[in-house]
């Protein structure tokens, strides 16, 4: 989610992953998925860095988008490569990463 302001000054939190275009016609009109506009005060290319912003946020911790802290899996967990397999395994409590092989 990111934070804008709509023309009237007051604030919109939206979900940017349904945003489809951002547009300067001199303002900045962005079209979600499902047709839907909504006019902004930020220029387009602000929206794009909150954007980004956002989901770099997500990226660097993952583990955030669990409501309930216990869920969440440990930094532990969560640190070992997946060795250019575009998976990633979490490991259980008594797990061990897996030695790495050099090539």
Do not use: W, Y
């Amino acid at each position: 989610m990111i934070s804008l302001t709509r023309l009237d000054g007051s604030q919109l939190i939206l979900n940017a992953d349904l945003i489809e275009t951002v547009e300067a016609t001199p303002d900045t009109i962005i079209t979600f998925a499902h047709d839907k506009k909504v006019l902004v005060r930020e220029k387009p290319e602000e929206v794009v860095l909150r954007v980004i912003a956002f989901r770099q946020r997500i990226l660097a911790n993952p583990g955030n988008l669990i409501a309930d802290p216990a869920l969440r899996p440990t930094p532990e967990q969560t640190s070992v490569a997946h060795k250019g397999t575009g998976r990633i395994h979490l490991l259980k409590q008594d797990e061990q990463p897996e030695a790495s092989q050099e090539d």
